[in-house]
Nanobody, 125 residues
Framework: VQLQASGGGLVQTGGSLRLSCTAS????????MGWFRQPSGREREFVAAIRFSGGTMRYAEPVKGRFSISRDNAKNTVVLQMNDLKPEDTAVYYC???????????????????WGPGTQVTVSS
């Protein structure tokens, strides 16, 4: 499975960005896709995830109400809409995908077997 991400860039505080990620290659029967981020000098952290079957979503507390994750099952694509961005959202964002991830593990990076290259999101103050 290959993951191709797009989006990211530089935006001012309060602005919006949209990240998109498409999975290709071997079809995953029960796909979960998500986004993680790693601020400079810090550990990777969970941002949001969605199950393609049923649409169950999970969000990290710092992004609730500002970020929205959605999916296009037919295209194996997940979109992360990021609104009201803050300087603390600055990080390298990574798309991840996994097969048959249980609900309780959706926020854990270890549950995802496939990772895309990171894309930089920078929010200026």
């Amino acid at each position: 499975v290959q993951l191709q991400a797009s989006g990211g860039g530089l935006v001012q505080t309060g602005g919006s960005l949209r990240l998109s990620c498409t999975a290709s290659g071997r079809t995953l029967s029960s796909l979960t896709m998500g986004w993680f981020r790693q601020p400079s000098g810090r550990e990777r952290e969970f941002v949001a995830a969605i199950r393609f079957s049923g649409g169950t979503m999970r969000y990290a507390e710092p992004v609730k109400g500002r970020f929205s994750i959605s999916r296009d099952n037919a295209k194996n694509t997940v979109v992360l809409q990021m609104n009201d961005l803050k300087p603390e959202d600055t990080a390298v964002y990574y798309c991840a995908a996994g097969n048959t991830i249980i609900l309780s593990a959706m926020t854990s990076g270890e549950a995802y077997g496939y990772w895309g290259p990171g894309t930089q999101v920078t929010v200026s103050s």
